[in-house]
């Protein structure tokens, strides 16, 4: 098991228990497991944990952001002000064939 991956679990055993997660705690666990890792991991993951809702950022994993959303959004809104460069840029897509790269001369469809 990799270093990263037992500070993790023990993390994730942590916030499971409702424990604040530090990196005594998290150095504790992972000893208890007999597993080495290099001390500079316990501080770096409770640095980076603290604060942090865990079991809200793991349930949200697959779920898109209030800023993609947003995006999203004022993308939809702009592009009904842009229609007409839109428009043009598709009929100059369909100039460009295949037969102007040279290709035509090998693939027969």
Known sequence: MSAE????YAALILEDD???ITADKLQTL???????????WF???????????LKALLLNVGAPGAASAGAAGAAAGG???TDAPAEEEKAEE???????MGFGKY???
Do not use: F, M, T, W
């Open 5 to 8: 991956l037992a500070v993790v």
């Open 43 to 53: 501080s770096l993951y409770a640095k980076a944990l603290a604060g942090q809702d």
């Open 79 to 81: 592009a009904a002000a």
């Open 107 to 109: 693939i027969q469809i």
């Open 18 to 20: 409702n424990v604040e």
């Open 94 to 100: 369909k100039e460009e064939s295949d037969d102007d």
């Open 30 to 40: 992972v000893s208890a497991a007999g597993i080495e890792v290099e001390p500079i």
